[in-house]
């Protein structure tokens, strides 16, 4: 377990090569479905992962498999267009190998999508969510093993997902009229869904909504001292909550849906940081 030194310079050092002179300040992680925003990446450089070291092809339907880098509303950032899950059998420390690499290019920030299942009662498919915390059950953890160079050994994780930057994108979506909600995201294995009694679970712990990712990518982006901020689209209600069987199609046909209002938001955040 854990990841040296030569791997993350071996990815870095190639990705740097296909960014030439540009030094991305912000990474944006893309979800399932959400792979529109790469498309609006201005002098675009497109990085397939075949051409990273360590980086895997992603096997799920609506993550594409490149790092596409530019300018975004005047911002120059690098956009990772599909992720590592752990349930593809992929170890921790490659699901957080791309938050290790954006540090170590010099990106202070990193921002975090993803589709989840909605277990606040007033959510509805269709809802985003501010993530202000988070609950790791996936039951690995990327810090596990000899301590990563550039990594803490005991990171402070009272503020993970980081609170001026929430209060920047709160003050995006009220200008936008985008409705905005906030919760607590929790991080589980999968690949399965919950069952109905693993959602009433979730309820009693306090989660709002329940994935199978982004968890890994945070802490490790917090150990290495990097400012998070995340949004789930909440595409389905979970198990138990609705009469409808739940199906990844509808993940990714609701995450379409709501493309618009999710990239107008982080792109609202984007111009607050130039």
Known sequence: MGVGRGAIESAANAVSRGLGSLKPRVA??????????ADEVGRATRMPYKD???FPEPGVAGHKGEL?????????VVVQSGRFHLYEGHPPEVAALPARVFHALGVATLILTNAAGGIRPTFRPGTLMLIADHINLMWKNPLIGPVAPGDARFPDMSDPYDGGLRKI????ARDARIPLEEGVYAGLLGPSYETPA??????????DAVGMSTVPEVI?????????????TITN??????????????????????AGQLGSLIKGVLRELR
């Not at 994108?169 to 995006?172: E, N």
């Not at 693993?198 to 989660?207: D, K, N, P, S, Y």
């Not at 982006?221 to 901020?229: E, K, N, V």
Request: glycine fraction near 16%; charged fraction near 15%; aromatic fraction near 2%.
């Open 28 to 37: 944006i992680v893309l979800g399932s479905g959400l792979g529109f925003l």
């Open 52 to 54: 990273i070291p360590g």
């Open 68 to 76: 596409v880098a530019g300018t975004l509303d005047g911002v120059a």
């Open 169 to 172: 994108a709160r003050a995006v």
């Open 198 to 207: 693993e959602v009433r679970m979730l309820q009693r712990i306090g989660a």
């Open 220 to 232: 490790a982006a917090r150990a290495r001292g990097m400012r998070c901020l995340g949004f789930s």
């Open 237 to 258: 209600l979970a198990a138990g909550l609705s009469a409808q069987p739940l199906s990844h199609a509808e993940v990714l046909e609701v995450g379409t849906r709501v």
